[in-house]
């Protein structure tokens, strides 16, 4: 591979215009980074990718006519239907039983905006246990374990970065990987994409020796699936069904069988869950159709009208709000995963770039945004999959949504309404196992315990009166 060739291919030799100062060493790593970012993507197509995705950026998206709601085919609620909750959880569980189910954690932020150096997924939000993210989410799938009675570990693949794969590695050795065996926990890493200064013409640098990268966005998951060959261990598994979350949701139903058997009952090659929009015009993503095709739109693509307008039920007609919890089919990862890293489109960031200015030779930390960040999204592959091969599951978001996106004392998604969420949880399925809980009181049960409010019995009649209580077992 020529790579000075190829990046003055694309009009980048400005890349170069530092290699008289840099030794032997240097040379042979500023061309071995180079290399391997246009091993990814050619010079030649990031830079028409970042035009395309200026061009995306520029449109005015309000297309109302061209959208609307999900048709009943393919959409469900379980709120208040216990029955067909019941029915789709034992199709789910029995998947689970046959070691046909995997779970994909999106765990590549760093907790930076909650004042931690360390990956997200380490992060303990105040809980009286003192528990992390990652351990709340590895007991619920022991606990799953422990339900089905499978023999099959439920497989955990986490999804990491660069800056956080070494620290979430030692995190699971440092607490012997939450009782679950390592031989079922998979670290891998996304990818990243180079940045480009604010005209989308010209790569930056982060060093001497390489560019500026960042994560490729949660749509990087698909590159990441493919660059680290999880298909084949899929096979090697017997793996059918996947079940995909992100580290910040507290709240997630890791490897849900009710999710799960949802998508097996109606044959869904791809299914998302959503909450209900809190109000018609709360800032969310929702889950809808384009044109006949399934996606996301964002709330500013839809008028105030639409926002606002009711279907026959007084429910607000758009009203799936995107939480990022899917289920794939593996028939449909073996069908379509090398076309979706070939052509998911890439989307823009503008933001304040640190970068390394080689005419000047001197690192450069700007105070307004200068550049431009690629990333991808997860869910610009929904259009791809038919709609009758398509669902979308709505669930109560106090059971099921919580995230953490922001630091503490913020106005919400910070780690108070998170803990709060959490311990309203654990008590409202105490109050509903009979025990009585005084005003105020709020209980941590763990997910050892209880995954959705089941073994409980035993706390029938028993009075909780004061807060700080952790009922928890089998520790590990």
Known sequence: MDVKKLFEEAGQLQVFDHWDSLNVEERESLLRNLGSVAGRTS???????????????????????QIEPLPATSYQTVIGNEKVRKCYWDLGLEAIVKGEVAVILMAGGQGTRLGSSEPKGCYDI???????????????????????????????????????????????????FFGLKPSQVTFFNQGTLPAFDLTGKKLLMGSPTELVASPDGNGGLYRAMKDNDLLSDFAAKGIKHVYMYCVDNVLSKVADPTFIGFAIKH?????????????????????ATKQGKPCVIEYSEISKELAEAQDANGLLKFRAANIVNHYYSVELL????????????????????????????????????NGIKLEQFIFDVFPTVPLDKFGCLEVERAEEFAPLKNGIGSS?????????????????????????????????????????????????????????????????
């Open 126 to 176: 105040g809980l009286p246990s003192g528990k992390s993210l990652f351990q709340i989410q590895a007991e619920k799938i022991l606990r799953l374990q422990d339900l089905s009675g499978t023999e099959h570990a439920i497989p955990w693949y986490v999804m990491t970065s660069v800056p956080t794969r070494a620290a979430s590695e030692r995190f699971f050795e440092k607490n012997k």
């Open 334 to 369: 073996q069908r379509e995963l090398d076309n979706w890293c070939a052509n998911l489109p890439y989307h823009v960031a503008r933001k304040k770039i640190p970068f390394y200015d080689n005419k000047t030779q001197q690192f450069c930390k700007p105070t307004s945004p």
């Open 412 to 476: 919400n998604d910070n780690p108070e309404t998170s803990r709060a969420a959490y311990l309203s949880l654990g008590t409202s399925w105490l109050k509903a196992a009979g025990a009585k809980i005084a005003s105020g009181v709020e209980v941590e049960v763990s997910g050892r315990v209880s995954y959705s409010g089941e073994n409980l019995c035993q706390y029938s009649g028993k009075t909780f009166d004061k807060s700080g209580i952790v009922i928890e077992e089998n520790p590990f």
């Open 43 to 65: 010079p030649v197509e990031l830079i028409e990718r970042c035009r395309e995705a200026l061009l995306i950026s520029e449109v005015n998206g309000n297309v109302g006519t």
């Open 267 to 287: 044959k869904f090659e791809l299914a998302t869950k959503a909450v209900r929009k809190r109000d018609a015009h709360e800032s969310v993503g929702l889950i």
